[in-house]
């Protein structure tokens, strides 16, 4: 009964591949987002997702690249890794604008 | 534009014993919200505490309390009888009214709780 899961948990793969990192809701709420947590703890805003329709693309590579099926679903899939995308990625979702969100436990990308 | 500033990059509190995380903001939004978020080791992002701006009454949640100064955009966590697990990363965060696509986090305060 989690309420956002986000596969896998951990994911190790070399420089130049393609990856994808899922997540779903079961929540119904209608905001989904993608966050990055570098090595230093800091949080940052990726993408986010209104009802399947982007809303917020904050300056990311071409590379990453969000899809929304639906409004349960929010994967991130990434193009020519590079060591600089290793980080922790946390997929969240928010009934209306203005409340909290609710986490995924993450998912650790190491890039070799 | 809007910015959290946590200026405690590390903090440490005995066991039993009531600590105090500090956060800062600036927004120029009316309506917003402001929230305490607790990252423990096993990484899972865990909401601590709720406040809304408009409300001057400060959120509590048991051992959890905040010092909300609007004036001063100051919104401080008071965590009372500290307990081992509380042994965490703790995020301050604001989103304006309309739109937690626009949640801002600070860098976090690193609190660990001694036996």
């Known amino acids: 009964d989690t309420a956002v899961s986000q596969t896998p948990k951990y994911l190790v793969t070399q420089m130049g591949n393609d990856k994808s990192i899922k997540c779903e809701q079961n929540l119904g709420h209608d905001t989904m987002y993608w966050y990055k947590q570098d090595s230093k703890k800091f949080l940052k805003i990726m993408f986010s997702y209104n009802n399947k329709e982007l809303i917020i693309n904050e300056t990311v590579p071409n590379r990453f690249s969000p899809k929304s099926p639906d409004k349960a679903h929010l994967n991130l899939h990434i193009n020519s890794l590079e060591l600089g995308d290793s980080a922790v990625y946390f997929c969240?979702?928010?009934?209306?604008?203005?409340?909290?969100?609710?986490f995924g436990q993450g998912t650790r990308l190491t890039v070799v | 534009a809007q910015t959290v500033t946590q200026s405690q990059p590390e903090m440490s509190v005995q066991e039993a014993e009531t600590v105090t995380l500090s956060c800062t903001y600036d927004?120029?939004?009316?309506?917003?919200?402001l929230f305490w978020y607790k990252q423990p080791p096993s990484r899972q992002m865990i909401l601590v505490i709720r406040?809304?701006?408009?409300?001057?009454q400060n959120a509590t949640e048991n051992r959890f309390s905040v010092n909300f100064q609007k004036a001063a955009k100051s919104f401080s966590l008071k965590i009372s009888d500290s307990q081992l697990g509380d042994t965490a990363m703790y995020f301050c965060a604001s989103s304006p009214q309309g739109g937690s696509e626009k949640l801002v986090f600070g860098k976090g305060t690193k609190l660990t709780v001694n036996p």
């Open positions: 927004t120029s939004e009316n309506n917003y919200y």
């Open positions: 969240a979702s928010s009934h209306q604008t203005g409340s909290e969100a609710f």
């Open positions: 406040q809304e701006a408009y409300k001057q």
